[in-house]
């Protein structure tokens, strides 16, 4: 069974900088897994927002970045902002049309 | 504007079955693939399944084989998850997406519904 890897909470300072990641127990993340991130607050819909390890989504500020960054995922707020705090999910493509997401990380802005 | 909209939701008897719609528009439907994704409350997001254009490719999760069936009915722009020997573990806010598969480039979910809320419960 695949299973994708977040962690489960980070914090940052308002303007501060961090990264979330998005890993495989079995193997290394690339770019083959087409890497998809999602912004969720609590009681709405997920939005995505970087699809294919960096394509922003249209209206997603460029604060916020993908990548592969060793063996993983990563997801980079530079300058977070109040209103990034949330859950953010990853989700892999792992093969066969079959997807997998991550448990998620509850970001905290302070 | 694209605009996902999931009904059918509600409380269900353990066993029982239920049939979930998601309506789209803003978009041509019976182009594109859609997905389900399923969230239990104060959980993360569970892929379930993607659906081709006609309907005759799905790729699903393993939780899915046996008891759920997924439909598309490109006249109506609607999506279907019928469910049936529902169980607690089912309860969850079902959202459908439009899923964008590509051969160049690489898949990816663009659009969201607002979800509907599926309680089984006696």
């Known amino acids: 069974q695949t299973v994708v890897t977040q962690e489960p909470s980070l914090s940052v300072p308002p303007g501060g900088t961090v990264t979330l990641t998005c890993g495989l127990t079995?193997?290394?993340?690339?770019?083959?897994?087409?890497p998809t991130w999602l912004q969720q607050t609590p009681g709405l819909a997920p939005r995505t927002l970087i699809y294919?390890?960096?394509i922003r989504s249209s209206g997603v500020p460029d604060r916020f970045s993908g990548s592969i960054l060793g063996s993983d995922a990563a997801l980079t707020i530079t300058g977070a902002q109040a209103d990034d705090e949330c859950d953010y999910y990853c989700v892999l493509h792992v093969g066969r049309g079959l997807w997998v997401f991550g448990g998620g990380t509850k970001l905290t802005v302070l | 504007e694209v605009q996902l909209v999931e009904s059918g939701g509600g409380l269900v008897l353990p066993g029982g079955s239920l049939r979930l719609s998601c309506v789209a528009s803003g978009f041509s439907f019976s182009t594109n693939w859609m997905t389900w994704v399923r969230q239990v409350p104060g959980k993360g997001l569970e892929w379930l399944a993607n659906v081709h254009p006609d309907g005759t490719t799905i790729y699903q999760a393993d939780s899915l084989k046996g008891r759920f069936s997924l439909s598309r009915d490109n006249t109506k722009n609607s999506l279907y998850l019928q469910m049936n020997s529902l169980r607690a573990e089912d309860t969850a806010v079902y959202y459908c997406?439009?899923?964008?598969?590509?051969?160049?480039?690489?898949?990816?979910?663009?659009?969201w519904g607002q979800g509907t809320l599926v309680t089984v419960s006696s």
């Open positions: 997406a439009r899923y964008i598969e590509v051969v160049v480039g690489g898949p990816f979910f663009d659009y």
């Open positions: 294919r390890t960096n």
């Open positions: 079995s193997a290394s993340v690339s770019g083959n897994h087409f």
